[in-house]
């Protein structure tokens, strides 16, 4: 498969052109997919190429190669995410920008080569910066150097933000410039009884909150669902995207576009898919408008939420759509038509995520004596609330707080808490049945959640991932659901104590910390 340029020029990272005392140094990191390298033949600096003979790698695992010794029989794994730092003597690069260009060959894919740019910035001595170390940036003696860096430099001394009880190498790829922790209270609330697809049982569940009467709140919820025989939940899509954008010379050209993916739209998936283990093209909605194509490419992404791995993938499926199609004139990756950390209609309606569904026959008795409410008047009240007040308030959610819970189980067990943007969008349903009990059911529809990758391999959002029986492989519709059965228990709590007139008296109770 023939790798475009666009994909290959992700190798180099920007800004890492450095003057040596001999020529210049720069870094590759493997940003694609395991590889091997075979052969780095040449690289050229504004004109000036050096061979093999005279270029040498340094290895991030240690160990220093020189490029003459690299070949077929004499390979240099590149796995993904390696850094390799090529060292070219012989060549000068002051301020400014420079132009480099690299002959290489990668296993099972041939001769390669791609061109950049990159520049050498102005020293500044004066500026001052946060410490850190090239070679190990999450080793005590780099960690404790930016603590005491900090503490000078604020006059603020930390006698909690630097105690943690993890090896801090295990948050490389989630934070940089490490220097401690945020300890957010942890209160458990449950068991909630769930009836899902793929959680099934009764569940204890963290939440991470700052807000008395949250987890108080969740857990009388739990309680009226378990009594009412548990929460259904039920997962019907399934999807996250990237949405780019192509530019074309008038509107019958994105037109014709739209047509040409559909047609292509094999190849495309193979040039998705090529870059990742478990992402796969489900399809490309294209919706146009004057002379753009607005293209949502939507992917399954297994059990992580998968948002990099799209855009990744996205982004070698635009690389070979620019090179195979010559009618588009300009081109974005991103168009903020996949709206990342931000609710809109598109995705309440197409899905960004998970669309779980949660909802439960709750018995009349059962509120009458944990709530003291009536079904009637609970149907009624969200009859007013969802179905006048969220509408004159535009609010993307006539529910009533489908975010505390969410977010109190995001930041427990290491989800993305931006993505509460999107997720905490709901719909939100009740209806008083003839046997005078109240059927409450909520849709999430775009539910972003993790049980693998992100910060879900941190140590305590580890730890809660495995109370609820849910870290790593197989386990993203199983959290899915129990988060929608908080979510629902959340919902039919804080309702009755509107309607019953204890909201203020409970957090009066349960919330006060002044």
Not at 166 to 182: L, M, R, T, Y
């Amino acid at each position: 498969m023939k790798i475009p340029s666009l994909v290959l020029r992700q190798l180099y990272t920007n800004g890492s052109l450095t003057p040596t005392g001999d020529g210049v140094s720069f870094s590759l990191k493997n940003r694609l997919t395991d590889a091997r390298l075979t052969a780095l033949k040449s690289v050229t600096v504004d004109g000036t190429e050096v061979s093999a003979d005279d270029l040498t790698l340094t290895l991030d695992g240690g160990g220093t190669v020189r490029a003459s010794e690299v070949s077929s029989s004499n390979p240099v794994d590149f796995p993904l995410r390696r850094v390799v730092t090529v060292h070219v003597p012989g060549v000068e690069a002051g301020e400014g920008v420079h132009k480099l260009q690299l002959q290489f060959a990668i296993e099972g894919m041939g001769d390669l080569s791609f061109k950049v740019k990159d520049s050498v910035a102005a020293e500044r001595p004066d500026r001052v910066t946060v410490p850190r170390d090239r070679q190990d940036d999450y080793a005590e003696g780099a960690i404790r150097e930016r603590q005491r860096f900090v503490q000078e430099y604020t006059g603020t001394p930390m006698e909690h933000v630097t105690q943690y009880s993890f090896d801090p190498h295990i948050a490389a790829g989630n934070v940089e410039s490490f220097i401690g922790v945020a300890q957010v209270p942890i209160g458990v609330a449950g068991p909630l009884q769930v009836n899902g697809e793929h959680a099934q049982g009764e569940f204890l569940i963290p939440l991470a909150t700052a807000e008395g009467t949250l987890v108080a709140s969740y857990n009388r919820g739990m309680k009226v669902l378990n009594l009412s025989g548990g929460v259904k939940c039920t997962i019907s899509d399934d999807a996250m995207q990237r949405a780019p954008v192509f530019i074309f010379e008038d509107a019958r050209g994105a037109r014709d576009f739209k047509d040409w993916l559909d047609e292509n739209f094999d190849e495309i998936a193979a040039q998705a898919e090529a870059t990742t283990s478990v992402g796969k093209l489900k399809n490309i909605d294209t919706y146009l408008s004057n002379h753009f194509a607005f293209s949502r490419f939507n992917f399954s992404t297994g059990d992580a939420a998968g948002q990099n791995m799209v855009g990744r993938a996205t982004f070698a499926a635009c690389s070979w759509i620019l090179e195979t199609n010559d009618t588009i004139r300009r081109f974005y990756l991103e168009s903020n038509f996949a709206t990342d950390k931000k609710a809109s209609m598109v995705n309440i309606m197409k899905t960004r995520g998970k669309r779980v569904t949660a909802e439960c026959k709750i018995s009349g008795d059962v509120l009458r004596e944990v709530m003291r409410v009536e079904p009637k008047g609970l149907a009624y009240h969200w009859g007013v609330a969802a179905g006048i007040g969220s509408v004159l308030s535009g609010a993307n959610n006539n529910g009533l707080h489908s975010p505390n819970g969410i977010t109190a189980m995001f930041i427990a067990t290491g989800q993305d808490v931006a993505n509460v943007s999107e997720s905490s969008a709901a719909i939100l349903y009740a209806e008083h049945t003839d046997d005078d009990d109240l059927y409450l059911s909520i849709t999430i529809p775009s539910l972003i959640v993790a049980t693998y990758g992100g910060g879900t391999s941190l140590a305590t959002q580890r730890e809660c991932l495995e109370m609820l029986g849910c870290y790593g492989k197989d386990g993203v519709m199983k959290l899915a659901e129990i988060v929608a059965g908080v979510v629902l228990a959340g919902e039919v709590s804080l309702a009755s104590a509107i309607s019953s007139n204890d909201w203020v008296s409970s957090h009066e109770k349960f919330g006060r910390n002044r």
